[in-house]
């Protein structure tokens, strides 16, 4: 049976409340889009966005503006991303890449998936494009144990649901 995407799986969650850290809006100079992330996952901001680890330190993700200008130009922030999580131990097993496309609050949406291995053990790890307008958007990437997965999947899915593009 195929398995469907985290992001697209997470997205069908029912949202719970919890303490939000408000909104965050990339990129800095002419945001394009906001999103929220929990206040317990203390999110940073860097030079393109904002990263955060679940409380239990379990799931790491990264939201950060992206050029859509150009194939090269997504193709380049994707290979950054994953030089990234290899920099940090994250083993990313080629041969279980899954690809999906469909929607995310109204926005189209491209998601590749893995599976992995870090220093805890097998993970999941995932980097989606989101299409806020025709040349910008946000690189989502994602890193979970299995288990952090699950423990977190609502909060994840909260993530998701608060993409907003801004007007």
């Not at 030079?47 to 939201?63: C, F, N």
């Not at 130009?73 to 030089?83: T, V, Y």
């Not at 599976?115 to 025709?134: F, W």
Request: with cysteine; net charge negative.
């Amino acid at each position: 049976m195929k398995k469907p995407s985290i992001w697209v799986g997470l997205a069908t969650f029912t949202l719970l409340a919890s303490a939000w850290a408000g909104d965050f809006k990339l990129p800095d100079q002419n945001p394009v889009a906001s999103f929220s992330i929990p206040a317990s996952w203390k999110p940073a901001e860097y030079e393109d966005g904002v990263e955060a680890l679940s409380d239990d330190e379990s799931v790491y993700i990264a939201v950060e503006a992206a050029d859509l200008s150009s194939t090269s130009a997504i193709e380049d922030a994707m290979k950054q991303s994953l030089s990234y999580l290899k920099k940090k131990g994250v083993e990313v097993n080629q041969s279980t890449a899954k690809q999906t496309q469909g929607k995310l609050n109204g926005m189209e949406a491209v998601d590749v998936s893995w599976r992995g291995k870090d220093s805890e053990g097998d993970c999941n790890v995932g980097l989606t494009v989101v299409v806020v307008n025709g040349k910008k958007g946000l690189l989502l990437t994602y890193w979970a144990s299995p288990d952090g997965e699950k423990k977190n999947a609502q909060e994840l899915a909260q993530i998701l649901h608060s993409i907003k593009p801004l007007d």
